[in-house]
């Protein structure tokens, strides 16, 4: 099917920032969409920036409010990666990133997503 690999967390001073990457392998013809999600502890998922995946599809993006202005998502179709460049990092940030892809065309709704990587650490201290 599809796998996902993130990678690029780590721990970073409030105002700092962070690169994040996922690279795609399997059955990635099938995707729609590629999107960042978050989650900290005690809180749901949610979605935070997706890109429209297809090679033959244009990169249109989404953008959680929380995130834009400071947060930029793109694609590499050739390299089969999507990345995720985190500026301004607030300790409000902090949570586990995980990549995820949807073969669906509501790719603005977490719940279409159905392939996930393991997720990485994003921890901003104030």
């Known amino acids: 099917q599809v796998q996902l690999v993130e990678s690029g967390g780590g721990l970073v001073q409030s105002g700092g920032s962070l690169r994040l990457s996922c690279a795609a392998s399997?059955?990635?013809?099938?995707?729609?969409?590629m999107g960042w999600f978050r989650q900290a502890p005690g809180k749901e998922r949610e979605l935070v920036a997706a890109?429209?995946?297809?090679?033959?599809?244009?990169?249109?993006?989404y953008y959680a409010d929380s995130v834009k202005g400071r947060f930029t998502i793109s694609r590499d179709n050739a390299k089969s990666t999507v990345n995720l460049q985190m500026n301004s990092l607030l300790p409000e940030d902090t949570a586990a990133y995980y990549c995820a892809a949807t073969e669906s065309t509501r790719w603005e709704q977490l719940q279409t997503y159905n392939y996930w990587g393991q997720g990485t650490q994003v921890t901003v201290s104030s």
């Open positions: 890109i429209t995946w297809s090679a033959w599809s244009g990169g249109s993006t």
């Open positions: 399997g059955r990635t013809f099938s995707c729609y969409a």
